[in-house]
């Protein structure tokens, strides 16, 4: 409940800052938008390609889920 919680107020600090850059101002506080991953709310780990966390990935990759991701071995 705590990261969903955390996972909203973040999004709504995002899209507040993306708004304000888009009417030419500039927020007080940009550092404190932080990435978080869409799926589980987690912050560190984070993959901007994918707007997930690595947990996340990994569990996706395995299940064949992202296209164009293959396992690696050698």
Same mark, same amino acid.
């Given at each position: 409940?705590? !990261?969903? *919680? @955390? ?17 030419? +101002? ?9 990435? !978080?991953? *869409? @799926? ?17 990935? +990994? ?16």
């Amino acid at each position: 409940m705590a !990261r969903l *919680a @955390l996972k909203n107020k973040q999004q709504n600090a995002l899209k507040k800052h993306l708004r304000a850059l888009a009417d030419g +101002r500039k927020s007080k506080f940009s550092t404190r938008v932080y990435n !978080r991953c *869409a @799926l589980c709310g987690r912050r560190h780990g984070f993959m901007r390609f994918f707007g997930i966390c690595r947990i996340c990935f +990994r569990e996706l990759a395995s299940n064949g889920d992202i296209p164009g991701v293959t396992k690696s071995s050698w």
